[in-house]
C-alpha cells in the first residue's frame, strides 16, 4: 500500500508540473514517426505493443516519466508495460526524450 501511495503521489507531481508544459501536437507528429513501427499509425497498438490513443495526455506523461526515470513501481501501480519484455525496450526510448518531447507526443496521441 505504500508503494502504491507513493506512486500515485510522483503520479500527481508529474501531472502537475506537464500541465504548465503544453505539448504542440505538430512537434509531436514528427516525433511520433518513431513510435509508429510499434505503436501503429494512429497509436492504435499493435501486437505487444498497446494502444496508447486511449491515454489522456496526462496518463501518457505520466508512463512515459515513469519509462525515463526507470520506475517500475510506478509502471506496477499503473498496470502498464512491464509484461513481454516490454519494459526493456520503453526504458532507453524514453530516456531520450526531453520533457517537452513527451509533452508535444502527448499531445499528438491526445489529437488522434
Known amino acids: 500500500m505504500k508503494k502504491l ?3 500515485l503521489l510522483i503520479a500527481g507531481f508529474t501531472a502537475a508540473s506537464s500541465a504548465a508544459l503544453a505539448g504542440d501536437v505538430s512537434l509531436g507528429k514528427s516525433l511520433y514517426t518513431s513510435c509508429a513501427s510499434c505503436h501503429g499509425a494512429k497509436a492504435q497498438g499493435q501486437g505487444m505493443f498497446p494502444q496508447l490513443n486511449n491515454l489522456s495526455e496526462e496518463e501518457f506523461i505520466t508512463s512515459m516519466g515513469f519509462y525515463k526515470s526507470g520506475d517500475q513501481e510506478g509502471l506496477r501501480a499503473l498496470g502498464r508495460g512491464l509484461g ?3 519494459y ?9 526524450l526531453s520533457d517537452r518531447d513527451i509533452a508535444d507526443l502527448a499531445a499528438y496521441i491526445n489529437s488522434l
Do not use: L, Q
Not at 526493456?88 to 531520450?96: C, L, R, T, V
Open 5 to 7: 501511495t507513493s506512486a
Open 84 to 86: 513481454e519484455g516490454y
Open 88 to 96: 526493456g525496450i520503453m526504458a532507453p526510448s524514453a530516456a531520450s
